[in-house]
């Protein structure tokens, strides 16, 4: 109910049944004037309601739109100039192999005699 009060949308309350708005339809529709079709036949009141549609449409159509206008156009916004000359590709970082650890020399060994 919400969204169709607040989109302006045409509502027609149209009550078949001896009942009341409770909620939202009691809140937007409380102060609104009811079509009630509550005594037979239902379809003199069906008629009735075809007729009250046909008018606000036929209201809708005989209002004259506000005339269509154009967009703003939209302001020219100047795109940057690139520079044509390229820019350098950096060098990859060289990698300096680490130092092999130095060998200690080797003791030789002297056998004893025997």
């Known amino acids: 109910m919400e969204r169709a009060v607040s989109g302006n949308t045409v509502i027609i309350?149209?009550?078949i049944d001896e009942v009341e708005a409770t909620g939202a339809m009691a809140y937007f529709l409380g102060t609104e004037h009811w079509l009630d079709a509550l005594t037979p036949p239902l379809e003199s009141h069906i008629a009735?309601?075809?007729g009250?549609?046909?008018a606000l449409i036929g209201s809708t159509l005989e209002r004259p739109e506000a005339p269509e206008t154009e967009p703003d156009p939209e302001p020219?916004?100047?795109e940057p100039v690139e520079d044509p000359t390229p820019e350098?590709?950096?060098e990859p970082p060289t990698v300096e192999p680490e130092?092999?650890?130095e060998e200690k020399p080797k003791k030789?060994?002297?056998r004893r005699k025997k």
Do not use: I, M
Request: a positive charge.
């Open 76 to 78: 020219e916004v100047e």
């Open 88 to 90: 350098p590709t950096p």
């Open 13 to 15: 309350p149209f009550r």
């Open 108 to 110: 030789k060994r002297r």
């Open 48 to 50: 009735g309601l075809a």
């Open 99 to 101: 130092p092999e650890p």
């Open 52 to 54: 009250t549609v046909k």
